[in-house]
């Protein structure tokens, strides 16, 4: 157990709709990334918070989007879905931001289905 | 851009037997890290290993073991003594020390015979 959690686990929903994906990350952890991993495309890194602000982005689509909270939890907002969103939605977290001995722990996971 | 090559789509070891799982990536930079996760069938990615490139000492834990090549931008994971558990997908991830984007390469998926 890596203390990074993530709900809900599975997530089945319909082409054009919008859901939320949530974590919490480690006690003490500041950071929060968001990554798709895909059959397709593999594991691909979305996009990073870090106490707040948005750190870092990545191959993230202009229908989604995250944010962090004061409680530093972080969740991701997948609309208009397609049925080439379906995947495993990973959220890691870290101590710091870019920081040399800084390590990303990885949650268990959303399994998002778009039918 | 940085990029993360396996080769192997799949190896296979027997138990209690070694096996080395291949990574090369291509990087412009002197100063990044470099991981091992494993993705058991639970889905969980688990943090095996990390090696900072600067640091010239390969990096162990436990029966996990790294062969890191600088010049040759080559990365390969050894482990020894398999067991059953260890069976998963292996990913090595490439991360800059400029930025927080971890690449990924795509996978290696490791089975233990008994």
């Known amino acids: 157990d890596s203390g990074v959690t993530q709900t809900p686990k599975h997530l089945i929903t319909a082409t054009g709709q919008r859901v939320t994906l949530r974590c919490s990350p480690r006690?003490?952890?500041?950071?929060v990334y968001w990554y798709q991993q895909s059959l397709d495309q593999g594991l691909q890194f979305l996009i990073q918070?870090?106490?707040?602000?948005?750190?870092a982005k990545g191959n993230i689509l202009e229908r989604f989007s995250a944010q962090q909270f004061p409680d530093l939890h972080s969740e991701l907002n997948l609309s208009s879905l397609e049925l080439g969103d379906s995947a495993l939605y990973f959220c890691?977290?870290?101590?710091?931001?870019?920081?040399?001995?800084?390590?990303?722990?990885f949650g268990p996971g959303t399994r998002l289905t778009v039918l | 851009a940085q990029t993360v090559t396996q080769s192997q789509p799949e190896m296979s070891v027997q138990e209690a037997e070694t096996v080395t799982l291949s990574c090369t990536y291509d990087?412009?930079?002197?100063?990044?890290?470099l991981f091992w996760y494993k993705q058991p069938p639970s889905r969980q990615m688990i943090l095996v290993i990390r090696?900072?490139?600067?640091?010239?000492q390969n990096a162990t834990e436990n029966r996990f073991s790294v062969n890191f090549q600088k010049a040759a931008k080559s990365f390969s994971l050894k482990i020894s003594d398999s067991q059953l558990g260890d069976a998963a997908m292996y990913f090595c991830?490439?991360?800059?020390?400029?930025?927080?984007?971890?690449?990924f390469g795509a996978g290696t998926r490791l089975t233990v015979k008994p």
């Open positions: 991830a490439y991360r800059s020390s400029n930025n927080n984007d971890m690449r």
């Open positions: 890691a977290s870290s101590v710091e931001s870019g920081h040399p001995t800084d390590t990303q722990y």
């Open positions: 006690s003490g952890d500041l950071s």
């Open positions: 990087t412009s930079e002197s100063d990044y890290y």
């Open positions: 090696q900072e490139a600067y640091k010239q």
């Open positions: 918070y870090y106490n707040g602000e948005e750190r």
